[in-house]
């Protein structure tokens, strides 16, 4: 029974879901019929729409053509405006407010711009033509501008001024001369390397950027030509009068020859000056302005440069190209060095400052005026060497003392190591090997030249012994300066000891000439037996001795021995010789004399006597002066 209600209830259940599925089909086909019913509604409804919409998407685009047409009616106007703005400000001209008028050139070519680009607009090209009508006039205001600016504030620049922007070990003396000299009262100058210099100010800062601002309108206008004639043409005759105003002149060979030595020497140092002062500050100047003026705009930077310096630079070296083609002489040779020091000094801004290919030739002059002064000095010192040894000159100095010559050619071998570093660097430009052993070498030469010369002038004196004394005062005077000089380190200790050894012989030869025949006089043959020797012979002895040591006094004492110390040996060496053969002769013969008649008339001299007439040997006494 259980099982009959079981299956009873399955079967319920089973009706139960198969009504409601049939129940569920009809619901989807109904929802079917009545879905399809809605779109066909939709169909009709889109098909009603549609001219609707197409008319909504006209209006729609119509008013954002409208809206196009608006902002670009508005920045047309703007353009028109901003180009009546800009041309009011050009018309009023650059002087009131340069800023101002720039920035209105700067608006009347962006206008330019704009309507070029919009050659559909029906009056562009009648603004494109007004506007560069307009942009012609302004350019040619700015150009006058640019000119009266630079005109206006481009001045020579007082000596004073320059000074003042030297270093204090640079600048000139109160004396108000500007060289350092040369020649034999040459004194050295400092270098300018290593210190500091204050660039002048050649044009106010303030009015760089305006000119600046000036050039470059110019340059996008295509005037370059016109901007470079007119920055040349200004800033090199202003570069021009302040070298002339400091002192600077354009000297030929000619010039230079027909000036007398002093002057020409004057001028010389002076110009060693002006090249320091126009190239580490007026020209440096001139290089920093133009840099800034031309900034951005290479090539014409340049070009103006060296045009502006090219004038100035060839005045500057003209005057060292006629000092070098001139005439060598002797005293030419310091100046020479000195222009030659102040154009290698000056070599690293040179470089620097005409590096640009425009300014080529002015670096090469100036390089090649430092190789023709080395060239010119290098000759000056074979023609010093062969004047020394060919100097003729008749000057005889009568008491033997140092010849001039002696003493101009020892003060120039000082001097010339004065200039130690540039001779080798000289030198070095023509023999890179040894530069140091070639001033060694001339340093020979010339000694072995003046010694040459002096061989022969002594040969004009006619006492063989005032012959000696010449060649010993000379050679000692040679000794004495090479030792306390820096020659003696390129000479060497064996030249300096060879000589000196040199003088002792001419000192020797001196004694043996002049008192060899006085010493002759004291000498009796017998040794201390005075047998055989005669009243008559001694006393002839006597007399001898009387007139030849009056007569060699008188003689000598004014002959001359500049040395003291040199004075004193060689009046030492005398007395050892003279006294001690002296006094044997007296201790020997004089109680001969003294007891004779009259012994007084031939024991004229005391040894006491002797040694004080010797110590008035070599004072340079004049003749008929008293004895003390």
């Not at 560069?132 to 001045?155: M, Q, R, V």
């Amino acid at each position: 029974m259980e099982i009959s209600q079981a299956m009873d209830a399955l079967r319920q259940r089973a009706t139960f879901v198969k009504e409601s599925l049939h129940k569920s089909q009809t619901i989807t086909d109904n929802m079917v019929s009545i879905l399809g019913s809605f779109d066909h509604r939709l169909s009709a409804l889109e098909t009603a729409m549609r001219p609707t919409q197409i008319k909504t998407h006209s209006i729609r685009s119509a008013h954002d053509n409208i809206d196009k047409t608006l902002k670009a009616a508005e920045g047309i106007l703007t353009q028109f405006d901003q180009t009546r703005m800009a041309e009011a400000k050009i018309l009023r001209g650059p002087h009131e407010d340069l800023e101002s008028y720039l920035g209105a050139v700067d608006q009347l070519r962006a206008n330019i711009r704009f309507f070029t680009s919009k050659k559909s607009f029906k009056c562009s090209e009648t603004v494109i033509n007004h506007a560069n009508s307009l942009l012609t006039k302004a350019i040619s205001k700015l150009e006058e501008e640019f000119k009266h600016l630079l005109t206006n504030y481009s001045k020579p620049v007082e000596p004073d001024r320059l000074f003042e922007c030297l270093p204090n070990s640079l600048r000139p003396s109160n004396s108000g001369k500007h060289g350092e000299g040369g020649g034999k009262n040459h004194s050295r100058k400092q270098s300018s390397e290593g210190v500091a210099f204050a660039l002048p100010t050649l044009i106010p800062p303030r009015v760089i950027p305006l000119l600046h601002d000036l050039a470059q309108q110019m340059v996008q206008a295509g005037h370059q030509q016109q901007l470079f004639r007119i920055y040349r043409d200004t800033r090199a005759t202003v570069l021009e009068q302040s070298l002339r105003k400091l002192g600077v002149e354009r000297l030929s060979k000619d010039d230079v020859q027909k000036m007398q030595w002093e002057v020409l020497e004057a001028k010389i140092g002076n110009w060693i000056h002006y090249m320091r002062i126009a190239i580490k500050l007026l020209i440096s100047g001139e290089k920093k302005i133009c840099d800034q003026i031309f900034d951005g705009v290479d090539s014409l930077k340049s070009q103006c440069f060296a045009e502006v310096t090219a004038g100035s630079v060839a005045m500057l070296l003209s005057f060292g190209e006629a000092i070098a083609k001139s005439k060598r002489s002797p005293e030419k040779l310091f100046v020479l060095l000195d222009m030659y020091e102040i154009m290698r000094e000056l070599q690293p801004e040179v470089e620097m400052l005409f590096e640009s290919k425009v300014c080529t030739e002015m670096r090469e002059a100036a390089i090649n005026l430092s190789k023709r002064l080395a060239q010119t000095a290098l000759e000056t010192f074979v023609d010093f060497e062969e004047a020394v040894e060919k100097d003729a000159t008749k000057t005889t100095v009568m008491d033997g003392t140092v010849h001039p010559l002696t003493s101009y050619v020892i003060n120039y071998v000082k001097f010339l190591y004065d200039y130690q570093s540039t001779l080798k660097q000289l030198f070095h430009e023509f023999d890179p090997n040894d530069p140091e052993g070639q001033l060694a070498i001339i340093t020979t030469r010339i000694m072995q030249a003046l010694q040459s010369n002096l061989d022969g002038k002594s040969k004009q004196y006619k006492d063989p012994a005032l012959t000696q004394l010449f060649l010993m005062n000379n050679i000692h005077y040679i000794v004495r300066s090479v030792r306390r000089s820096e020659a003696k380190d390129m000479l060497g200790d064996d030249w300096v000891q060879i000589h000196r050894r040199i003088v002792q012989q001419h000192a020797n030869q001196y004694k043996r000439i002049s008192w060899a025949k006085i010493l002759q006089c004291l000498t009796v043959p017998g040794g201390d037996n005075n047998s055989g020797v005669s009243r008559t012979m001694i006393k002839d002895r006597f007399k001898t001795f009387n007139d030849q040591i009056e007569e060699i006094h008188q003689r000598q004492s004014q002959w001359t021995v500049p040395d003291s110390e040199l004075r004193e040996s060689l009046r030492l060496a005398v007395a050892e010789v003279l006294l001690p053969a002296y006094r044997s002769f007296l201790k020997r013969f004089g109680p001969v004399i003294e007891n004779g008649k009259n012994p007084y008339k031939y024991m004229v001299y005391s040894p006491e006597h002797l040694e004080q007439m010797l110590g008035e040997f070599f004072e340079s006494k004049i003749w008929g002066e008293p004895k003390r």
